[in-house]
Structure formats: C-alpha cells, structure tokens
C-alpha cells in the first residue's frame, strides 16, 4: 500500500487560498473603520473634499459610531447563530457563496451611503457574512488537509484575518479624508465580488460530500491531495485519513476514533441540545467555547478598534503609526503558529500565549497610569505578539481536532456566537468601562487592562482544566 497523503496539490492549496479571502475580508472589516473614523464622521478639520455625487462625509456622534461599529459584531452573531444549518444543508462551498455574497452586498450599501442607517445595514450585512464565513473555514481547512498538515493549515485561518487587519490599516492611512473613505468599502466589494467570480476554482469538502452520499466526494480527494496512490480496498481516491464504509461513503479516521464508528459518525444528524449537555459531546463543546470566550474576552479586538483612541493619550502625534505597528506585529506573528503547532502542541500554544497577554495587559495598564510611553507601547506590542501565537488561531484548530464530525457544524456555530457576543460586549463596554474606571482621571485609564487581564487569567484556568480532563 502507499503512503497516506501527506500535503496538499496544487488544486487543493488553490481551495485553501479561495477560501481564505473570507478570513482576509473578516479581518478588513474588523479594523475598516478605525483609520478612516475622523473623515467618516465629519471631526474637524475637515479637508476640501472631491467632487462626489455622495457627501464628503455622515456626521455623527459618538454614540452613532458605536452603533455602526457594534452593527458588525451583531451582524456576526447572527452569521453564526445561522451556519450550523448553512453547511449541514449547503455544504462547506456553498455556504462560502452565501457568505461573500452577503458581504458583497453591505459594502456596496456602506459605499453608496448617506446617511447612518444605511452604513448600520451595510454594516450588518457585513457582519451576517462574516459570522458565517468565520464558522466555515476552520472546518473546511481542516476537511481538506492531510493528518500531517491539518494543524499548519488551520493557523492559516488566523493569518488571513491578520493580513486583512493590516492591509485595511494601510490603506486607511492613505484614505482617511473625505470622499475618499468610501473605497474602504469599495474594495472590500470588489474582492468579495472577485472571490464569487472565482469560486468555481474551489474544490468542496470530500467529508461533507460523501456524508451527503455524494460520488463527487472521491473526485473532490482526487483533486486535493497530492498522493493519490492509495489501495484499490480503499476505493483508490481516498487518503487513509479517510475511511471507506460499507455504503460507499467516506469518514475522517480521526472522526471515528474519537467516539464511534464510522459508519455511525456519517448517519447521525447535527445533535440536539440535550445531546450536546451529555458525553461524549459536553467536553469538546465546553473546551471549544471556552477557547472562544478567551480569545475576546483578552480585550484584543478593543485593542484593534480603540488602538488610537488608547494611544493617543500617551503618543499624540505617532497613535496612527503605532496602530499600524501593532498590525504588522500580528501578522508576523501568526507565521511561528504555522510551524510550532504540530511540534509543540495545541496546549503549548495556548498557555505561552495566554501568560504573556496576562502579562503584558498589566504592563499596558501601568504604563498608561503612570505616563510610560515607552512601556505602554512595548506592551501593547507584546500583547498583540502574545495573542498571535496561540489565543489567536488555536482555537479555530481545535474545534475539527476534538468534535466528532457530525456535530463540528453545530459546536462550531456555538462556541462562535459565543465568540461574536464577547465581542460585541468588549466592542460596546471598551470606552465606558474605561472612562468609569478612571473616574475622569487621565492617570487611572489604565486601570480597564487590569480587569481584562484578570478575568483572561480565569477563563485560561477555566480552559486549561477543560483540556486535562
């Protein structure tokens, strides 16, 4: 018999890619609105606009932009609420189409609007597309990738939406005036229009297919991975990941040896709630969420959507740079994850990065208090490197490698609405916890990054227990 595949081919690196302009897109849409805040909103001084058919700018206050911003994250929710039946009924491919399709639409609406409830639309649109898209691709990366490789590849889910942090951070530099703004948006269309053109290209999960029944799903192995010489006793097509059952159809051999047989894993339908609360299913479910809840929950995406406003206090004249340093830092570190996760391990992972966040919100919070530039930008720094080694694309990759395959459409719908409501909630209560912790004293602003290091301590606690038992 030859050996198992162990990569991808081309065609299969070629889905991968497709696939991962839904994690770029959730990534550009999570910073879009930060560089270009000012000319959105009409803050002085407001520049001599080009000439546009649109206004130069919406004004609102800062109670409207929360609104805008927090619509994305609500958007998501439902996104999520949703994908568990999109991908057991559309299938991984499809529910991807759905997703950049839903995304299409809010950043046409958000570039054409004039006022604030059309960008909160848009904005939710936005939002629905990426909820789903976000609950997708970890299991459609992990459904496609050989044994040998399915950890590397699931980090680059993590990497996607860094890279799309920092490009939306670096044209927001250069479009943060009036009018100009609007292409912000503009691009995001475009690519999601680009990546639906394109989605032909992409190859569907042979899992999801040979659940369904489906005779596609041994060309689907074919096309996606690189040894294809496998024994006739295994259909031929199949690599040994995938087990063949008496009906013709195909199941992840990991998938089977976590609870049952492979058989059973293809009949059984999404599971229930009641199932969910019982073994084998509570554990991973528990783990996975609170992987979840921990990787919001550490403050990062406040860091990301306030990284000027919180900057500012300490480095007026370089926030915007120092914004766009800690995206560069993000995305950089989210290669060492690529490597080390198949050598050092899932667990590894996460508490080398859970200890330094810890570490460094403290250190953020003390040198905002105590007016240590140098500190409080080093260990914003810190705490973003800290986060892309592990709390950042780790929690993705686990979800495939501890649920049984017929309920990772399910768990994964949860923990990520989950994920989405510990957002939205860090998103909303950023600024005001802030401002009422400090009492209206610069020199106690600090304070907010000692209670997200606080409960982050906790929740990691709380996780690491999960995982040993």
């Not at 206050?61 to 996104?79: C, I, K, Y």
């Not at 097509?237 to 059973?264: K, M, Q």
């Not at 990284?307 to 004249?317: A, F, H, K, Y």
């Not at 986060?387 to 990772?408: E, M, N, Q, R, W």
Request: net charge neutral.
């Amino acid at each position: 018999m030859a050996q198992p595949s162990v990569t991808l081919s081309s065609q299969g690196w070629q889905t991968a890619i497709w696939m991962l302009a839904t994690s770029l897109q959730y990534g550009w849409h999570i910073s879009a609105l930060n560089q270009i805040q000012a000319a959105l909103t009409c803050r002085p001084p407001h520049k001599a606009a080009l000439t546009s058919f649109f206004p130069s700018c919406i004004k609102m206050d800062d109670f409207q932009f929360s609104l805008v911003t927090a619509a994305f994250t609500v958007g998501g929710l439902l996104g999520s609420i949703g994908a568990d039946r999109s991908m057991d009924l559309l299938g991984r491919k499809s529910s991807i189409r759905l997703n950049t399709v839903m995304i299409l639409l809010g950043a046409s609406l958000m570039t054409v609007s004039a006022s604030v409830p059309p960008l909160v639309i848009g904005r939710l649109f936005v939002g629905i597309g990426s909820g789903l898209g976000l609950c997708v691709v970890p299991a459609y990366l992990s459904e496609i990738s050989p044994p040998a490789i399915k950890g590397s590849v699931g980090v680059l889910n993590q990497l996607g939406i860094v890279v799309g942090i920092l490009l939306t951070q670096i044209f927001g530099i250069f479009l943060s005036a009036p009018t100009l703004w609007r292409f912000i948006p503009l691009i995001a269309a475009a690519f999601a229009l680009a990546q639906l053109l394109l989605s032909p290209l992409a190859v569907d999960s042979p899992a999801w297919l040979s659940v369904k029944h489906l005779p596609d799903a041994k060309i689907a192995a074919t096309l996606l991975w690189a040894s294809r010489e496998v024994s006739h006793e295994e259909e031929g097509l199949l690599p040994h990941e995938y087990i063949v059952n008496g009906d013709n159809t195909t199941t992840p051999a990991s998938v089977g040896s976590i609870t049952d047989s492979p058989t059973r894993s293809t009949q059984q339908g999404s599971p229930t709630w009641a199932q969910l609360l019982r073994p084998p299913l509570r554990q991973p479910l528990v783990l996975v969420c609170l992987g979840m809840i921990a990787q919001q929950i550490s403050g990062v995406n406040a860091v990301l959507y306030y990284s000027n406003d919180i900057l500012s206090r300490v480095l007026p004249d370089a926030a915007a740079y120092v914004s766009l340093g800690i995206t560069v830092v993000n995305a950089i570190m989210t290669f060492p994850p690529i490597y080390l996760i198949e050598r050092v391990g899932r667990r590894s992972l996460i508490t080398w990065s859970a200890m330094g966040a810890i570490i460094s919100l403290f250190a953020v919070g003390y040198g905002i208090n105590n007016g240590a530039v140098f500190l409080a930008s080093v260990a914003v720094l810190a705490f973003i490197a800290s986060f892309a080694i592990g709390l950042g694309p780790v929690p993705y990759v686990i979800i495939s490698d501890v649920t049984p395959y017929h309920a990772v459409s399910t768990v994964s719908s949860i923990a990520l609405s989950l994920n989405w409501i510990a957002n939205f909630l860090v998103g909303i209560g950023f600024l005001p916890l802030r401002n009422y912790l400090a009492g209206g004293e610069a020199d106690r602003e600090g304070r907010v990054f000692y209670v997200f290091g606080a409960i982050l301590l906790v929740v990691y606690i709380l996780w690491a227990k999960a995982y040993m038992s």
